[in-house]
């Protein structure tokens, strides 16, 4: 087993960013072209605890490398992982654990990643992923597959980053000229209601 973790901060409130997470893989973050479908399987707000948990499947469409399609037999450019994410309102942690459908027969990787507040405004990410190969007792292949696919984790968490990055500041500001249009009606209704009672 290998692992890869990684820790960034984001200089947005973890309101901004457990907000933003949902749009995480949208049209405004040009870094995640290679997910292709986010289908919601189940959603539920624990009345105790006001935990929210989302199920997800992910479908994704990565190239892998040829001596790994060989092995494998081809048909690796799309794959599909599960994903289950539990917001926590009263901690403020986002939590999402994501696990591989496609080949787990032959490779187990789980991936946890844990958004939490570092300050009113500023949030600390981070990931960690466990990678397994399932490539019975040929140690050379399991470390060579294991290897391959923590330098994909290292290459895409700084893409990832700068993909999130796009997704807070375009929604920065959406939410900031709604307010302003909201703001705006409000002063538009009060005129309003002046002119009536006048």
């Known amino acids: 087993m290998k692992v890869f973790s990684n820790t960034e901060t984001f200089n947005y409130s973890w309101e901004e960013v457990s907000t933003a997470n949902w749009r995480k893989y949208c049209p405004w973050n040009e870094k995640s072209t290679h997910v292709v479908a986010v289908d919601t399987i189940s959603r539920s707000v624990d009345p105790a605890t006001g935990i929210l948990r989302t199920e997800r499947l992910i479908t994704c469409r990565q190239a892998a490398p040829e001596w790994l399609k060989s092995m494998m037999g081809g048909g690796m450019d799309e794959s599909q992982v599960f994903e289950t994410s539990y917001v926590d309102p009263k901690t ?74 796009s997704v807070l500041a375009m929604s920065r500001r959406v939410f900031a000229e709604e307010r302003e249009r909201e703001k705006m009606g409000l002063i538009r209704e009060q005129a309003g209601n002046i002119r009536m009672a006048a």
């Open 92 to 165: 403020k942690t986002v939590t999402m654990v994501s696990t591989n459908i496609t080949w787990s027969n032959l490779l187990n990787v789980q991936e946890t990643v844990v958004y939490s507040p570092l300050s009113d405004h500023q949030t600390k990410f981070h990931q960690e992923a466990k990678i397994t190969a399932l490539a019975g007792g040929w140690q050379r292949i399991k470390n060579s597959i294991e290897d391959t696919l923590v330098k994909r984790f290292r290459e895409n968490a700084a893409k990832g980053k700068e993909g999130f990055e």
